[in-house]
Antibody, heavy 118, light 110 residues
Framework: QVTLKESGPGILQSSQTLSLTCSFSGFSLNTSGICVSWIRQPSGKGLEWLATICWEDSKGYNPSLKNRLTVSKDTSNNQAFLKITSVDSTDIAIYYC??????????WGQGVMVTVSS | DIVLTQSPALAVSLGQRATISCKTSQNVDNYGISYMNWYQQKPGQQPKLLIYEGSNLASGIPVRFSGSGSGTDFTLTVDPVEPDDIANYCCQQSKDYPWTFGGGTKLELK
C-alpha cells in the first residue's frame, strides 16, 4: 500500500526558509522510474507543480520560482524534502507531495497547510 | 509554459453524461502518446488520478470515467454521473517542463 505524508512548520515568518518533509511507504526511491514531486495549491486556486526528484537523483524545478527551490531525498529513510527560501504571502498554500510513476502523479499525500506571517 | 484552459463549471443532472474539456496552448502528443492526465479533487482532499496518458483508466477508477482527445483538445467524460462524482476536475500535461495544470472544472448538480 502506497502512502505519502507531508510535514512542515505550519506557520513561518516572511523572508524565512520553508522546509517540508515527505515521508512515504509502499515504494522506494531507489526503484527505476520512480520520482517524488511537490505540488502546491493556494486556497481556492489551481495546482502548481514545484519540483521533482527521481530515483537516479535527477531533479527538476519550476522556473517560475527561480532559484528559491531545493529538492532532496533520503532513500534509506523513505523521505523527500523541499526547501523554499525567502517566503512571502504568495507562498501561502497547501503543499502536497506525490509519487510520480513515469509521467503522472499516481499517489498523493493529504497535504500540509503553510501560512506566512509578516 | 503550456497553458491548459478549462471551463470553470459544468452543471449536470444525475444519471446523465458530463463532458469536461481541456484545451492546451501547445500540442502535448509525442510518439503517439498524449501526455495528458486527469484528476478529481473533492473539498478538503488531495487530488486523485483518474486518467493518464489521455485515455488510460487509473487503477480502481470506475469505468464510467473515460478520457479522449489528442493534440491540443482533450475530454474527460463521466457517464452516468453519480452523486459521488460531484467534485472538481483538473487536467495536467506532462509533455514539457514545467508540468502544468488546468484551472479546474467544478462539476455541479443541475
Amino acid at each position: 500500500q502506497v502512502t505519502l505524508k507531508e510535514s512542515g512548520p505550519g506557520i513561518l515568518q516572511s523572508s524565512q526558509t520553508l522546509s517540508l518533509t515527505c515521508s512515504f511507504s509502499g515504494f522506494s526511491l531507489n526503484t527505476s522510474g520512480i520520482c517524488v514531486s511537490w505540488i502546491r495549491q493556494p486556497s481556492g486556486k489551481g495546482l502548481e507543480w514545484l519540483a521533482t526528484i527521481c530515483w537516479e537523483d535527477s531533479k527538476g524545478y519550476n522556473p517560475s520560482l527561480k532559484n528559491r527551490l531545493t529538492v532532496s531525498k533520503d532513500t534509506s529513510n523513505n523521505q523527500a524534502f523541499l526547501k523554499i527560501t525567502s517566503v512571502d504571502s504568495t507562498d501561502i498554500a497547501i503543499y502536497y507531495c506525490a509519487r510520480n510513476w513515469e509521467f503522472y502523479f499516481d499517489y498523493w499525500g493529504q497535504g500540509v497547510m503553510v501560512t506566512v506571517s509578516s | 509554459d503550456i497553458v491548459l484552459t478549462q471551463s470553470p463549471a459544468l452543471a449536470v443532472s444525475l444519471g446523465q453524461r458530463a463532458t469536461i474539456s481541456c484545451k492546451t496552448s501547445q500540442n502535448v502528443d509525442n510518439y503517439g502518446i498524449s501526455y495528458m492526465n486527469w484528476y478529481q479533487q473533492k473539498p478538503g482532499q488531495q487530488p486523485k488520478l483518474l486518467i493518464y496518458e489521455g485515455s488510460n483508466l487509473a487503477s480502481g477508477i470506475p469505468v464510467r470515467f473515460s478520457g479522449s482527445g489528442s493534440g491540443t483538445d482533450f475530454t474527460l467524460t463521466v457517464d452516468p454521473v453519480e452523486p459521488d462524482d460531484i467534485a472538481n476536475y483538473c487536467c495536467q500535461q506532462s509533455k514539457d517542463y514545467p508540468w502544468t495544470f488546468g484551472g479546474g472544472t467544478k462539476l455541479e448538480l443541475k
